[in-house]
Nanobody, 125 residues
Framework: QVQVVESGGGLVQSGRSLRLACTVSYDITNNRRMAWVRHAPRKEREGGATLYTNTGATYYDGSVKGRFTISQNSAKNTMYLQMNSLKPGDTAMYYC??????????????????WGQGTQVTVSS
């Protein structure tokens, strides 16, 4: 059974940092694309960052570019999201998503096969 487990969320003050981790129960390189997607209350779900596991290419939503860094450790079957200079607007549930093949825009949650349960990030002002 496939498992996708996020960790690392919490409550931090504005300007501080957090690192999220997403561990999968299989060889992470079997995914072609992984992403961190976030969903804040009263807002639509939005893509935060994506990583193409074969090439290492990464892309970011404009709201996080320059502050967040997505990476992977294949030996640990884990993907990370380093979040620096956090803002109250970053408050959301952060989900890890994995796609077995590339289809459609990375920001569209329908283009992923596996999802974690989410980890809450709350940034106070």
């Amino acid at each position: 059974q496939v498992q996708v487990v996020e960790s690392g969320g919490g409550l931090v003050q504005s300007g501080r940092s957090l690192r999220l981790a997403c561990t999968v129960s299989y060889d992470i390189t079997n995914n072609r694309r992984m992403a961190w997607v976030r969903h804040a209350p009263r807002k639509e779900r939005e893509g935060g960052a994506t990583l193409y596991t074969n090439t290492g290419a990464t892309y970011y939503d404009g709201s996080v570019k320059g502050r967040f860094t997505i990476s992977q450790n294949s030996a640990k079957n884990t993907m990370y999201l380093q979040m620096n200079s956090l803002k109250p607007g970053d408050t959301a549930m952060y989900y890890c998503a994995a796609a077995k093949r590339i289809r459609g825009p990375w920001e569209n949650g329908e283009n992923y096969d596996y999802w974690g349960q989410g980890t809450q990030v709350t940034v106070s002002s």
